[in-house]
T-cell receptor
Framework: SQTIHQWPATLVQPVGSPLSLECTVE??????LYWYRQAAGRGLQLLFY??????ISSEVPQNLSASRPQDRQFILSSKKLLLSDSGFYLC???????????FGEGSRLTVL | AQKVTQAQTEISVVEKEDVTLDCVYE???????LFWYKQPPSGELVFLIR??????QNEISGRYSWNFQKSTSSFNFTITASQVVDSAVYFC?????????FGAGTRLFVKA
């Protein structure tokens, strides 16, 4: 069966510090991968998606970046965090471009 | 542009009541997919259903049912005989290609 994990689950970071969130998928190959952000009490905003290794599409221009160094690994990064980067970050995968999304447990980021 | 509107921000019901969550979408695509997801207090989103634009048959799964009407661009979700465990945020979502966009969500409170 397929599983998805992301970490860390919770982190508190000062403004201006770097960020790295990791997500891995097991049990499938060549998944479509996604990073979403959910601000407190709000809906999900698509940040990045990837259809293959090294292929990243950005949906929202900001100080975040994503990378896919391996087929089933997706990383969300920032060189310098802003207060507005606080939120709940969710990694997800799908079998195809229009398939249902399977989400990780989420990473709650607080920038102080 | 694609858009998903969930006009109901919060709904509160008493256990055993029926409740309908509304979803209205906008898209110019002729082929698209609609989804519902549940986000319990733990935060991890759970896939509930996927429908394609060519299948307007209503679907029932236990206490859950979905009504898809292309004429009104709606994909509503009904929970029959609600239970406390149904308390969660429910998201409607739309996919017309590689990206899935979400509505703002409806928070459902089911009181015992």
């Amino acid at each position: 069966s397929q599983t998805i994990h992301q970490w860390p689950a919770t982190l508190v970071q000062p403004v201006g510090s770097p960020l790295s969130l990791e997500c891995t998928v097991e049990g499938t190959s060549n998944p479509n991968l996604y990073w979403y952000r959910q601000a407190a009490g709000r809906g999900l905003q698509l940040l990045f998606y990837s259809v293959g290794i090294g292929q990243i599409s950005s949906e929202v221009p900001q100080n975040l970046s994503a990378s896919r160094p391996q087929d089933r690994q997706f990383i969300l990064s920032s060189k310098k965090l802003l207060l507005s980067d606080s939120g709940f970050y969710l990694c997800a995968w799908s079998r195809g471009p229009s398939g249902e999304l399977f989400f990780g447990e989420g990473s709650r980021l607080t920038v102080l | 542009a694609q858009k998903v509107t969930q006009a109901q921000t919060e709904i509160s019901v008493v256990e055993k009541e029926d409740v309908t969550l509304d979803c209205v979408y906008e898209t110019r695509d002729t082929t698209y997919y609609l989804f519902w997801y549940k986000q319990p207090p733990s935060g991890e989103l759970v896939f509930l259903i996927r429908r394609n634009s060519f299948d307007e048959q209503n679907e029932i799964s236990g206490r859950y049912s979905w009504n898809f009407q292309k004429s009104t661009s709606s994909f509503n979700f009904t929970i029959t005989a609600s239970q406390v465990v149904d308390s969660a945020v429910y998201f409607c979502a739309l996919n017309g290609g590689f990206k899935t966009i979400f509505g703002a969500g409806t928070r459902l409170f089911v009181k015992a």
